[in-house]
């Protein structure tokens, strides 16, 4: 009886995890979801749009090493990236009422030259299923999620760089680790 319902439930878990799977190459959209703009002007995350380019969203907090580091690598390639893509970066912190003050004085001072937004209460975080920083989506010129990665490694940019690029020749994602 065990046997059969070990096998019962492989079943029922690798087809749920090939809808998935099947949902995330096809695309699914950014969230109808408020978020804030550096200066506390309410936005709508999924008006977002690049003329059909490639689209990248960070999701990062001012007290989480890896995201700044990931933030920084992607800032000193970002002209490159603009240039041979079209790419359009987008950091969206997860800083809460404590610390988010500390996020524009730290984007000013690193120089970061893409969109910044504040999720203050979390809300497109839990709609796009974050659980922890650095987070990293890439969206197709169609505004559909077709990528994600969390955390980061020295180097971790080279495969967001291969992804980017695949997105904008209109190329279905396909990454070799």
Known sequence: MYQT????????????ATISAAQEKSGRPLPNVTVKTL??????????????????VDFWATWCKPCIEELNAIHENY???????????VAVSLDDARTMNRVAPM???RGWEFEVYIDPNSDLKRAM??????????????GEIVWQHVGYA????????????????????????
């Open 5 to 16: 319902l070990r096998i019962a439930l492989f079943a029922v878990l690798l087809f749920a």
């Open 129 to 142: 299923n974050v659980n922890m920083p650095p987070h990293t989506f890439v969206v197709n010129g169609n």
């Open 79 to 89: 002209e490159e990236w603009q240039k041979e893509t079209g790419v359009k970066v």
């Open 107 to 109: 984007v000013n001072g």
């Open 39 to 56: 200066t506390g002007d309410s936005f709508i995350f999924n008006k977002i749009e690049n003329g059909g380019k490639p689209i990248v």
């Open 154 to 177: 020295e180097g971790n940019e080279l495969e967001l760089l291969e992804v980017i690029k695949q997105v904008a020749n209109g190329q279905p994602v396909n990454v070799s680790k």
